[in-house]
């Protein structure tokens, strides 16, 4: 055998996997990072619109500026 036929033959490697349940994961995957996002805008959207909430993400905001040091 020489090399010519055995690079071909070490080239040609092929996967078949049924499209019915990738695509099912995929689909259930997506859904599922849609329904997280969707709370946490939720969540994220009251803690703007409350007073309180609000105050504590800019505390965390401000504190996690301080630690990381983006303004001097």
Known sequence: MNARTENR???VTEVKVDGKPVRF???AWN???N???GVLATIGA???VHPDLRMEVMTIFNQFVDEVGLFF
Do not use: D, H, K, Q
Request: hydrophobic content about 55%; cysteine-free.
């Open 35 to 37: 329904i997280v996002g």
């Open 9 to 11: 033959e070490r080239s």
């Open 25 to 27: 994961l995929m689909n």
């Open 46 to 48: 009251f803690s703007l």
């Open 31 to 33: 859904t599922i990072l």
